[in-house]
C-alpha cells in the first residue's frame, strides 16, 4: 500500500514539474513572439514614416520622430554632407534633445568615427548614450544618424537592428541633400547609352548574317553528328572506329565554334540566377572564363598562323559585367595581334596573355614579339578603323570598339612597346564585385 502511495506521489511530482516547464517554455515563447512582433511594427513604423509627405525636409524630420518613438530615444539627429561644394557635416533634420547638449566634441568625434569605418559607434558621458549609425556611406552627399538616450547602458539588440534600419531608410533619402548636378549627370548617362545603341545598330547587319551562316550549318552539321554516332555503334573494326571519332570531335568543334559565334549574332542578353537581363545590364562574370572562350574563338586562326597563345590565370573575384561586350573586346584584341604577326611575318610569333588582381582592380595584359608598329603608331590604334588605314591589317572594327567597352566599365586601356620593342596593351578595371 504504501509502495502504491509512493509511485502515485512520484507520478504526480513528474507531472507537476512536466507541466510547470510546459507553461514556462508557452510563456517565454509568447514572450518573444510578442518582442518580435513589436520589433516588427517598428520596423514598419521606420519604414514608412517618409511616405507620408515628398518633401526631403518633412521627410528626414518624420524619420528622426519615428526614432524617438520606435527606439525609446531622447534625441535623434541627421547629419549629411552638402556635397561636394562644402566640407564637413550639416544637421539635416533633429527631433527630441540634441546630442550636442552631451558635448559637441563627442559628437564630432563619433560622426567621423563612424563615416570612417562604416559602422555603428557609440559612446556615454554626462548620464546619457549615444549612438552613431552611418548613412549612405562612402558617397558624396553621406553622413550619420545619431541616437542618444538619457541613460548609461549600451542599447539592447533590437534597438541596434532599428537603428540600422533607420540608417538604411535615410540612405535612401540622402542622395536628394547632394548639390552636385545630378540631372547633368543623369542627361550625360543617356546620351552615352544613346551613342551605345547606335553602334549596337551598325553591327546589328553582320550579326544577323552570322546567325544565318550558323544556322546553315548547325543543321547538317548535326546531321553530321548523328550518322558518325549510328556509324561507330554499328562499326566494329578499330581503326575504322578511331577514324570516325575524329571525325565526331571534328564536328564537334565545328559545333562549339558556331555556338561562339552566335555571341556576336545574338541580342545579347545577360543571366544571372535564371533571370535574362538585356545588353546593356550587367550581371555576375568569370573574366578568367571570358578570356579563355575569346582564345577558343580564334585558336584555329592561331594555329593557322602558327601563333603561339600562352595564357596565365590569376584567381579573380565574381565580378558584375557585360560579358558579351567583353568577349567582343578580347576577341578584337587578339584578332588586331594576330594579323600584326602575320603582316610583320614574326619569327617565332608569340602572344602571352595574362590576368590579375590588386587594390580592386583587374588587369589585363597581352604581350607580344611582334615589332610591326612604332610608337608613334602604337599610340593611335585605338582611333577609329586604324587597322583599316594601315596596310595589310583589317582586324574585325579595329580596337576603338574594345576602347569603348573599358571606357563603359569606367577602365583604362594602353598600348606601348616593351624594351624589345614588343607590342603591349594593358587593361585595367576597377572592380565592381557580383553580390
Known sequence: MEGEVFETLVIYLIWLIATALAVAYSC??????????????????LQSAPLVTDDFASQSQLLCQACLEELGADGCTLYLQPGS??????????????????GPGMVKDLLKQAWESGELVQSSGGGRWIAAMPVWHGHTGGGALIVAWDRTTEP?????????????????????FVREGALSKA??????????????????GVGRLAAGVAHELSQPLTAVLTMVGSLSRAVQDPVSV????????????CKGIIEKLLVYSRTSMEKENEITFSRFVRASTDINQVVANSVELLRDELAEAKISAQVKYSDLPQVRANSTQWTQALTNILSFLCDCH??????????????SYDKKEIGLSFDTNCTLLSKEEMAKIFEPFFA???????????????????RKHNGQIEADLDSQGGMRINVRVPVEEAG
Open 187 to 204: 542627361h550625360e548617362e543617356i546620351q552615352a547609352l544613346k551613342g551605345e545603341v547606335a553602334q549596337e545598330s551598325h553591327l546589328a
Open 342 to 355: 602575320k603582316v610583320g611575318k614574326t619569327a617565332g610569333p608569340v602572344i602571352k596573355i595574362s590576368t
Open 85 to 102: 561644394e562644402e566640407s564637413g557635416f550639416r544637421r539635416a533634420a533633429q527631433a527630441g534633445t540634441p546630442a550636442e547638449e552631451t
Open 242 to 253: 578511331r577514324r570516325l571519332h575524329i571525325i565526331q570531335d571534328a564536328v564537334q568543334k
Open 388 to 406: 583599316n588605314s594601315h596596310p595589310g591589317l583589317g582586324s574585325s572594327f579595329g580596337l576603338g570598339l574594345v576602347r569603348e567597352v573599358v
Open 28 to 45: 517565454w515563447s509568447y514572450h518573444l513572439l510578442c518582442k518580435r512582433d513589436a520589433f516588427q511594427r517598428s520596423l514598419l513604423a
Open 156 to 176: 539592447e539588440l533590437a534597438e541596434r537592428e532599428l537603428l540600422r534600419a533607420a540608417a538604411n531608410v535615410a540612405s535612401l533619402m540622402a542622395p536628394r
